[in-house]
Nanobody, 121 residues
Framework: QVQLVESGGGLVQAGGSLRLSCAASGSIGSISALRWYRQAPGNQRELVASITSAPTTNYADSVKGRFTISRDNAKNTVYLQMNSLKPEDTGVYYC???????????????WGQGAQVTVSS
């Protein structure tokens, strides 16, 4: 079994910064893609950023130039550095990972429990 635990959420004023972390633990053979999603009240969950094992990165247009996704493979951890935060960035942020467990031939997706980010105006 694999667990993803997020940390680093909180309350920040507009223009401020936060860094989210998501650490994977358990029976991990390898992790390919890692992603951050967010969900604002009343909205669908949306993809914010992703990073592959290459690594290559992709971002939603709304966060390009402000957010940076990175990974530390030795720690099985993915980060989301969020700068110049706006009130519309408010939501619950979830990490998502494609993990191949030890002794498994295939990967499956795992989700973290979510971290609240609130940006005040």
């Amino acid at each position: 079994q694999v667990q993803l635990v997020e940390s680093g959420g909180g309350l920040v004023q507009a223009g401020g910064s936060l860094r989210l972390s998501c650490a994977a633990s358990g029976s991990i053979g390898s992790i390919s893609a890692l992603r951050w999603y967010r969900q604002a009240p009343g909205n669908q969950r949306e993809l914010v950023a992703s990073i592959t094992s290459a690594p290559t990165t992709n971002y939603a247009d709304s966060v390009k130039g402000r957010f940076t996704i990175s990974r530390d493979n030795a720690k099985n951890t993915v980060y989301l550095q969020m700068n110049s935060l706006k009130p519309e960035d408010t939501g619950v942020y979830y990490c998502n990972a494609d993990v191949r467990e030890v002794r498994s031939r295939w990967s499956q997706a795992y989700w973290g429990q979510g971290a609240q980010v609130t940006v005040s105006s």
